[in-house]
T-cell receptor
Framework: AQSVAQPEDQVNVAEGNPLTVKCTYSVSGNPYLFWYVQYPNRGLQFLLKYITGDNLVKGSYGFEAEFNKSQTSFHLKKPSALVSDSALYFC??????????????FGTGTRLKVLA | GAVVSQHPSWVICKSGTSVKIECRSL??????MFWYRQFPKQSLMLMATSNEGSKATYEQGVEKDKFLINHASLTLSTLTVTSAHPEDSSFYIC?????????????FGPGTRLTVT
């Protein structure tokens, strides 16, 4: 079965410093990987995805993620953190089912806190 | 702008009553809709998947008689929590999948916070 793991419940980083939110995956076949952000009492906002192609994927709000097949990782990164980046971040994998259907499997989430 | 809306965004109901949550795809036809539940500080748990005009497929452990899902049109799905109890209090998020801008994608709604007193 497909799965993603986010080993850190919370990440603290000072404003202006680079940030990394970790995600590792376990899939059979080629992975379709996603990052979403959730602000308090809000739904999920799409940040970026990896389907195929370049291992470095650029997304919204200055975020990027690096797909590493040998380490089965898809870590989210940003060169310079902002206080407004403080939120809950979810890594997800698309789990293909029968007849072309699919569903998303989410990680447990990592709370990012950017300190001023 | 938003492509999937949910209504209401926040609802309080008394124990024993039923509450309906609507999910709409705003500018595309959603062939499949998903309903998730999120407990505080936890991840999203898929409750059920519904295709337009078909019965919903529920995940293991989700009571289909308690969480009624109707996907009556290609732009609307509803989740009805029947005989709600305080333990049903949660954040419910819908997601719609369809072809938009030439791509088949899945979009998430803003969520509905249900509080049962």
């Amino acid at each position: 079965a497909q799965s993603v793991a986010q080993p850190e419940d919370q990440v603290n980083v000072a404003e202006g410093n680079p940030l990394t939110v970790k995600c590792t995956y376990s899939v059979s076949g080629n992975p379709y990987l996603f990052w979403y952000v959730q602000y308090p009492n809000r739904g999920l906002q799409f940040l970026l995805k990896y389907i195929t192609g370049d291992n470095l994927v650029k997304g919204s709000y200055g975020f990027e993620a690096e797909f590493n097949k040998s380490q089965t990782s898809f870590h989210l990164k940003k060169p310079s953190a902002l206080v407004s980046d403080s939120a809950l971040y979810f890594c997800a994998v698309r789990d293909m089912g029968a007849s072309g259907t699919y569903k998303y499997i989410f990680g447990t989430g990592t709370r990012l806190k950017v300190l001023a | 702008g938003a492509v999937v809306s949910q209504h209401p965004s926040w609802v309080i109901c008394k124990s024993g009553t039923s509450v309906k949550i609507e999910c709409r795809s705003l500018d595309f036809q959603a062939t499949t809709m998903f309903w998730y539940r999120q407990f505080p500080k936890q991840s999203l748990m898929l409750m059920a998947t519904s295709n337009e005009g078909s019965k919903a497929t529920y995940e293991q452990g989700v009571e289909k008689d308690k969480f009624l899902i109707n996907h009556a049109s290609l732009t609307l799905s509803t989740l009805t929590v029947t005989s709600a109890h305080p333990e049903d209090s949660s954040f419910y998020i819908c997601s719609a999948r369809g072809r938009r801008g030439g791509y088949d994608e899945q979009y998430f709604g803003p969520g509905t916070r249900l509080t049962v007193t």
